[in-house]
């Protein structure tokens, strides 16, 4: 297995895990949307199928354009969601120390969220930066 297959495999694993806990436990997912967003439930539900298709998109091993596209879905989903995870942070440092989330974990969730967009695009097979291909 080389280091794409294993990349795509682990994202997928994540992104899997993800979808499952939108679906299955949707209410601390509901809390941390913005309020300008309409009807929270609706968009974690749908949220967590998108993560679930593009998890078992990065899998197909047979179909290079269904990873591409798992991959692209995956980063625009990453992109789509980093509003809430703002909204997750702002509503934390709003609460009485102890009961939040310190900015230790936010701030690194935040300034990952660029490297978990590449690593969708890298991992699906959509860029090949910063390795190149072998000449075929």
Known sequence: ????????????LLYGLAGILHVAAPH?????????????ALVVLL????????AIG????????????AGWGLAAYALCVWPANV???LLD??????????LAYHIPRLAFQPVLIWWALWAGGAIDW????PPA
């Open 28 to 40: 601390p997912f509901i809390g941390i949307v913005p309020h300008w967003v309409p009807q929270p």
């Open 58 to 69: 990065l899998l197909q091993s047979r179909s290079l354009a269904l990873r591409r596209a």
């Open 93 to 102: 440092l709003a609460k009485p120390d102890g009961e939040e989330l310190p």
């Open 130 to 133: 910063p390795w190149k291909r």
């Open 47 to 54: 949220t967590g199928l998108a993560e679930l298709a593009g």
């Open 87 to 89: 909204q997750h942070m």
């Open 1 to 12: 297995m080389n280091r794409r297959d294993l990349s795509r495999t682990v994202l997928a």
